[in-house]
């Protein structure tokens, strides 16, 4: 079974404007991950936030953890073409084993 | 550094036959994890290994096995294969030991069961 529900499924916009997703999860976790999957091939790691932590950046990235709401939203501010992708949330539960959503298939416009 | 390596990168089964993947692990890392990949799916979690041994599962079959080498590779093997299981097997790598948080993951073998 999956752990994480990201929304939307899918997410259109144009060069320079930025994509926000969210992902929703079920349990408590040790730490939340977000992964990049271009085109079916493997998938890229973006950035960890652990549960004590609410918000994280690197580069065009924002992570925020609310987990009282289990809920994480993943920010890309003025997005490139390179960044069309399938993105994933994933839950770790302390076990060591990964819980990963549907994704949300984002399209970036020239 | 090399990162996380899978072979073969493309494999075409008929239905009840067997089919071993490997994975080659990233430089330093020792624990190992398979995942399957439906078609518009995220990846579900099938078991990992460290220190030669299963230490968690999925909810998949007994068809489903695996194993790890003591150079830390690891193999999954797939017996009576079914339409179903044609999927993009990823591996993930982490460690050193159980704790490594962040899992880096292979470009996956693309499975077609016939």
Same mark, same amino acid.
């Given at each position: 079974?999956?752990? $994480?529900?990201?929304?939307?499924? %899918? ?7 930025? %994509? ?19 085109? $079916? ?36 501010? %003025? ?23 549907? $994704? +949300? +298939?984002?399209?970036?416009? %020239? | ?7 073969? @990168?493309?494999?075409? *089964?008929?239905? =009840?036959?067997?089919? @071993?993947?490997?994975?080659?692990? *990233?430089?330093?890392?020792? @624990? ?19 220190? /030669?041994? /299963? ?10 096995? =695996? ?7 690891? /193999? &999954?093997?797939?017996?009576?294969? &079914?339409?179903?299981?044609?999927? &993009? ?5 982490? =460690?050193?030991? &159980?704790?490594? /948080? ?13």
């Amino acid at each position: 079974s999956q752990q $994480g529900e990201e929304d939307p499924q %899918a997410l259109s916009i144009q060069e320079g404007e930025n %994509a926000t997703m969210n992902c929703s999860y079920k349990t408590s976790i040790n730490n939340l991950q977000w992964y990049r999957q271009n085109s $079916g091939r493997g998938l890229v790691h973006l950035i960890l936030i652990r549960s004590n932590e609410r918000e994280k950046h690197s580069g065009r990235l924002r992570v925020t953890l609310d987990t009282s709401k289990k809920s994480s939203s993943l920010l890309i501010t %003025a997005s490139r073409a390179a960044d069309t992708a399938s993105y994933f949330c994933a839950t770790d539960s302390n076990d060591y084993k990964l819980s990963f959503g549907a $994704g +949300t +298939t984002v399209t970036v416009r %020239a | 550094d090399a990162g996380v390596t899978q072979s073969p @990168t493309h494999l075409i *089964k008929t239905r =009840g036959q067997q089919v @071993t993947l490997r994975c080659s692990p *990233k430089s330093g890392h020792d @624990t190992v994890s398979w995942y399957q990949q439906a078609l518009g799916q995220g990846p579900q979690f099938i078991f990992q290994y460290y220190e /030669e041994e /299963e230490r968690q599962r999925g909810n998949f079959p007994d068809r489903f096995s =695996g194993h790890q080498y003591p150079n830390y590779s690891s /193999e &999954l093997n797939v017996n009576a294969l &079914l339409l179903g299981d044609s999927a &993009l097997y990823l591996c993930a790598s982490s =460690g050193p030991g &159980l704790g490594g /948080e962040t899992q880096y993951f292979g470009p996956g073998t693309r499975l077609l069961v016939l």
